[in-house]
C-alpha cells in the first residue's frame, strides 16, 4: 500500500519497511507482482527509487505473464519511473513477456505517447 499511492507515501515510510524486512522488495503476490510493479503502476518516483538503490535486481523479476515493472511504468505512461529503471538497468528494455512483448508494445497497449 505505502507503494501504491505517491501522495500518500513519504520516502521514509518506504524505507524504514524495507530496513525492518529487507526481503519485501522481492516478495510477491498472487499475479507475481512486486512492490516495485506497483509502484511503477502508481506513479511513485519515491517509492520506484527507493527499491531500485536498495535492490536494482529486482527490476527484472516478471510477474506470472512475464510483465516486469518497467512494462507496467510503460503501460501507464509513467515515463519518470521508466527513466529510473532504465538508468539503473539499461538491458531492463530487452525483457519480453510471454507473448514477447517489449515495453514499447506495453505502451502501445496503455494508449500512451512516451518521449524519453
Known amino acids: ?45 519515491e517509492a520506484a527509487r527507493v527499491l531500485l538503490q536498495l535492490d536494482s535486481d529486482a527490476s527484472y523479476i516478471l510477474d506470472k505473464s512475464g510483465i516486469s515493472a518497467l512494462h507496467v511504468a510503460a503501460y501507464a505512461g509513467c515515463t519518470k519511473i521508466m527513466e529510473e529503471m532504465i538508468g539503473c538497468r539499461p538491458d531492463n528494455c530487452d525483457l519480453l513477456n510471454d507473448k514477447g512483448q517489449t515495453i514499447l508494445h506495453a505502451a502501445v497497449l496503455g494508449e500512451q505517447i512516451i518521449m524519453l
Do not use: C
Open 1 to 45: 500500500m505505502a507503494v501504491t499511492r505517491e501522495h500518500l507515501t513519504r520516502r521514509g515510510i518506504v524505507e524504514t519497511m524495507v530496513s525492518k524486512n529487507p526481503g519485501i522488495i522481492r516478495e510477491v503476490d498472487e499475479l507475481g507482482w512486486t512492490p516495485l510493479h506497483y509502484a511503477a503502476l502508481g506513479g511513485n518516483l
